[in-house]
Each structure stands twice: as structure tokens, then as C-alpha cells.
């Protein structure tokens, strides 16, 4: 894979990120979510580049080989959306294809939503429109089945030093247990471990959803998204009920749901080519 | 509770079906009660309630299974409460307990009812505390109406502990953050005494303690089966259900209908919440000696 390593300034501190494809292509960037890293993107980055895009993907703040802020408000969702915006600056972009899974997806919601000028078309991966995740995660019996881990993440130190202590097992494991088989070789895991076993890094990604929880948003003026997006759901997702798509469409003004009936949570891994092959027919259509 | 006597003696009995802690006033000649805690707690729970009860009652409260200081049993079938219930018949005869007085609260409320289900004739009194009823159907369906229309989050606990391999993994080594997260702001303003916290501190750090305890959960769904073929049965003995009301698990709706469970039950409110024994136990001490 021909990429290119670079660290960028943004929002006060500096992110690590991978970028391939031409300087002047029309830019793609890729948000990943938890637990993974810039390398939750490497079956999309080489297919893109080689279409003409500029693709871009960071390890957003907290995760691997990017800043740590101290405290847990340092990771509430409108600092990482602030982190994106910044991204583009640094690139110069006024507008780009934004393309977000799981975290990485509730980002692009809110980038879409606060900042709609700067993003040209979004595609989101496996998590519902923010007020959809909102009212789901609290009130819903069978969502809360699937959310339980949100909430013990918010027990100081409910997992920073216990997955330490177990080299990451456990962390890889709740990523394979809930995928179809070979979504993730060992090797590839191996990655993942390392990326963990960053100074501080774990503590830092479970402080996503402490701010979640323990901070207060900075709404957007409107909740509708006006942009042209797409929706992709793998239904066999243990931690997302696919209803929760279905009421994310009511929000999006020019939104498409795509389902994949067989396929879980680890959507671009596991329908990689179907995926990639959406997105490009998405971003080339004229509008 | 500043100035605690410690009223009751520990020792450890052996049985057919296993090794258990024991907290026993030791007055031989009273009438005994037998108390049984819950989650995540121990028979610690009842110290601050003993030194209110009437001196000529014999207070004896078993550890469960798999929590205080009894044993750590790995096998998950022996957390079923039906079988919970026959270790505390055991430890009971092997006391030579005939008749008694029955208490109980959290999990240890639905073992206690299953006591009362297998031996009626020897439980001469009941006392019931901020756990569901499990015959009553009705009461329980109406609750969950509300906790679905109110959200669930603060049951993520329990689905938790229902996840294989997880609970094991994860609270090993952060015991003292997650015993303490469940007493909540009781806890933190020692309203629950932080004596007490550090004892079921202690207590759930015993090797494998995080699996066993989620054993309590994750038998619900062979618990409840059972619990659908009771619809209709009553306990005979006259009953006294003693309510934290400021409980936000075992909320009001779930007392709907219980008159219907029992011959005889009398319902007092305290304004508690879910640890009402260790919040107010002048009050519900008060209350029994009343009963008894």
C-alpha cells in the first residue's frame, strides 16, 4: 500500500494520519471507530487512491500514534468534530467526501451537522442519527442489551488498566466475537494490539464515551441533514438495532439507506468490495 | 451508623452441598431469624439491623453461594435461586433451625422466597425487601412497562454480567471502583458506612468472586422459566414487605398486585433507598420487632 504517514496540527493538538492518492484529487476522508485506528480504512485507502482521490485517514484524538489529552472532556464530540474541521483547513479543502464508522460515524454526524458547508457528501456506517442514538441508548430495553459496555465504561479506571493487564485479549476479542469469521486475520490484530498498547491510548479511547455520558453538546441549530448521504447497515450488528436506521432516515433530507442483511458492525471489513463499489458510484454521481 | 457493635460471631459450616460463612448471635435459646443478603453485598448487611433487633431473637445470616465468605462454587446451575435455596434449608438443619423467622433483601428477597416455597411449614413469619415478588406476574409486567418507557441504562449492569468471559476479565483488579459504584451517592456521603463498603470490598476481591457473582445474573433466564410455572401460588405465612421507596431498580410498580401473592401481608414505605437495611436500620429493625 502506497501511503503516506504525516502529522497535522488541528484544533490544538497534532494528529497522526495516513494519507494516499493524488495531492489535488478530490479528498476523502475516513473516520474510524472504536477500538480501532487509521488502519480500520486499508481495504478503502488503495482502492480510492487508485480511483483519483485524495484519501485521508487519522487516528482521531486519543487513538494510536495521535495526542492524548488529559481529562475526559477533552474527548466530547464537539472537540472532535472542532479536530476534523481543523484537518481540512490543513489541507486547504473547503468541502470533501466525509465517510465515518462507528464513532468515527457519530463525528461525521456532527461535522455534517454543525459545519453542512464543508462537507460535499457523507456516508455513514453503522450508527443512526445522533437524536435517534440518543433516545435508543437510554430508553430502549433491547438497544440497552447491546449498550451495556457504554455505561460500565464509565467507571473510573473500568477498563484502562485491566486491559493492560491482559495484553488486550479482551479488547480483541469483543472485536472478533462480534464479527463474521475472517473479517480480522491474527496479523491484523497484531496491529490493532499494538495500537492499544500505546502510552495512554486506552484510557483515552474509553474517554470518548465518558464525555458522552459526563459532558454536555453543543447542539447544531437544525437536527435535519441537508447534504446528500448514505446509510449503510450490516444487520447482523450486536451492538446496534437495525431499527435504529430505519428512524435515522426521518432526519436526512437527500439520505439513502443501504442494508446488508448477513453482514455485522464490521461493515467496510467484511463487504469491503460491496462497499467500496457504493461509495464510488455515490461520490461520482452528479449530485 | 458511627459506633457499629459488632453483635454477631462468624464461623464457617460444611454441608453436603457445600462450605458456608455464617454470622450467628449465638443465643441458642432465641427464636431464630435468618437474614439473607443480596447483591453485591454480604451478611455484613445486617449488622447495623442486629443491634436494633429484640435481644431474645437469634439472628443468623448465611453468605450466599459464591458471595462473603462462603464458597466460590464455578459451576453456574448451583446459582438458580430454587438451589440457593436448598444451601440455606442445609445450613439450617445442619444448625438444627426447625422453625424460623425469614428476611430478605436483593437476591437475597428471592432466595428467601423460594425458602418460603420449599419448607412453608417452618417459615413462621416473612419480611420481604425492595426485590419483585415472583409469583406476581402482573406487578412485574406493569414495572417493566415503566422502566421501558423511562429507559433502562441504569439496568446495564445486569447485561453486564450476563456477557460470558467479560465481567471476569474486566472487574479483576478494580473491585473497589465497582463494589462502590452500586452505592451511589449513599455511599459517597456514608450513609452506608464505609466500613461496610470495604468489607464487601474484601469480600468480592476473593478469587473468582466477579464470575460467581454475575452467576446470580446470568441463571435469570433459568430462574424466570421456573418463576412462570408459580403463576397463582400463595405464601401462607403472614408476610411483611419493608420498602426503600427511593429505589430506582425495584421501583413502586413492582409492589402492584402483591396482595394478591399472599395469605396475609401487611407493606410499610421507608424513605430509603435500595439498601434500606443499611440506610435506616432503627426504622426497619423497628418494624420487625413490631412483626415478630
Known amino acids: 500500500m502506497d501511503l503516506r504517514e504525516r502529522y497535522i496540527e488541528t484544533n490544538g493538538i497534532k494528529l497522526h494520519v495516513m494519507e494516499s492518492g493524488p495531492k489535488d484529487g478530490p479528498m476523502i476522508l475516513f473516520l474510524h471507530g472504536f477500538p480501532e485506528f487509521w488502519y480500520a480504512w486499508r481495504k478503502q485507502l488503495p482502492y480510492f487512491a487508485s480511483k483519483g482521490y485524495l484519501v485521508v485517514a487519522p487516528d482521531q484524538r486519543g487513538y494510536n500514534l495521535s495526542d492524548k489529552p488529559e481529562g475526559i472532556s477533552a474527548y466530547k464530540i464537539d472537540e472532535l468534530a472542532k479536530d476534523i474541521i481543523g484537518l481540512l483547513d490543513a489541507y486547504g479543502r473547503k468541502q470533501i467526501f466525509l465517510v465515518g464508522h462507528d464513532w468515527g460515524a457519530s463525528v461525521s454526524w456532527w461535522v455534517t451537522l454543525k459545519y453542512p458547508e464543508r462537507i460535499q457528501k457523507l456516508v455513514i456506517l453503522n450508527v443512526p442519527h445522533p437524536k435517534v442514538m440518543a433516545k435508543n441508548v437510554f430508553t430502549n430495553v433491547e438497544q440497552m442489551k447491546k449498550s451495556w459496555y457504554i455505561f460500565y465504561f464509565q467507571l473510573p479506571g473500568a477498563v484502562d488498566k485491566l486491559a493492560a493487564s491482559t495484553n488486550y485479549e479482551w479488547a480483541l476479542n469483543m472485536i472478533t466475537s462480534s464479527a463474521n469469521p475472517g473479517a480480522f486475520t491474527p496479523a491484523e490484530l497484531e496491529e490493532y494490539r499494538k495500537a492499544f498498547a500505546q502510552p495512554g491510548a486506552f484510557t483515552a479511547m474509553v474517554n470518548w464515551y465518558r464525555a458522552m455520558i459526563q459532558t454536555k453538546q453543543e447542539p447544531p441549530k437544525s437536527f435535519d441533514v441537508t447534504v446528500p448521504m448514505i446509510l449503510m447497515w450490516g444487520e447482523n450488528d450486536v451492538a446496534m438495532l437495525t431499527e435504529m436506521a430505519d428512524k435515522s432516515m426521518a432526519y436526512c433530507k437527500q439520505g439513502k439507506l443501504i442494508k446488508f442483511p448477513k453482514v455485522s458492525h464490521w461493515i467496510q471489513h467484511e463487504a469491503a468490495d460491496q462497499v467500496n463499489a457504493l461509495i464510488e458510484e455515490f461520490f461520482t454521481q452528479a449530485k | ?292
Open chain 2, 1 to 292: 451508623m458511627g459506633n457499629l457493635i459488632m453483635t454477631m460471631n462468624t464461623y464457617k459450616i460444611t454441608v453436603g452441598r457445600g462450605t458456608f460463612n455464617v454470622r450467628d448471635r449465638g443465643n441458642k435459646d432465641g427464636f431464630p431469624v435468618v437474614m439473607l443478603h443480596g447483591w453485591p453485598e454480604s451478611s455484613y448487611c445486617w449488622e447495623a439491623v442486629a443491634d436494633f433487633l429484640n435481644p431474645s431473637l437469634r439472628v443468623i445470616a448465611p453468605d450466599l453461594r459464591g458471595l462473603g465468605d462462603s464458597e466460590r462454587t464455578v459451576d453456574i446451575n448451583a446459582y438458580q435461586k430454587a438451589e440457593l435455596a436448598k444451601d440455606i434449608v442445609e445450613v439450617l438443619d445442619a444448625l438444627q433451625v426447625d422453625t424460623f423467622f425469614l428476611v430478605g433483601h436483593d437476591w437475597g428477597g428471592i432466595v428467601a422466597q423460594e425458602v418460603a416455597l420449599l419448607v412453608p411449614q417452618r417459615v413462621k413469619k416473612f419480611v420481604i425487601m425492595n426485590i419483585p415478588v415472583i409469583t406476581n406476574v402482573q406487578g412485574s409486567l406493569e414495572a417493566m412497562k415503566v422502566t421501558q418507557s423511562r429507559g433502562s441504562f441504569f439496568l446495564w449492569y445486569q447485561y453486564f454480567q450476563q456477557q460470558p468471559r467479560l465481567p471476569e476479565a474486566m472487574i479483576k483488579g478494580n473491585e473497589d471502583v465497582w463494589v462502590r459504584h452500586f452505592f451511589g451517592k449513599e455511599g459517597r456521603k456514608g450513609i452506608i458506612s464505609p466500613e461496610a463498603i470495604a468489607e464487601y470490598v474484601r469480600c468480592y476481591s476473593i478469587e473468582n468472586t466477579p464470575a460467581t457473582a454475575a452467576s446470580y445474573y446470568r441463571t435469570m433466564r433459568l430462574d424466570t422459566a421456573r418463576w412462570t410455572t408459580l403463576g397463582g401460588r400463595k405464601f401462607s405465612m403472614p408476610t411483611l414487605y419493608i420498602y426503600g421507596n427511593e429505589d430506582t431498580v425495584i421501583i413502586p410498580e413492582n409492589l402492584n398486585h402483591i396482595e394478591d401473592c399472599f395469605d396475609s401481608i401487611k407493606i410499610e414505605h421507608i424513605k430509603a433507598g435500595h439498601f434500606v437495611q443499611e440506610e435506616k436500620p432503627k426504622e426497619v429493625a423497628a418494624l420487625m420487632n413490631e412483626f415478630f
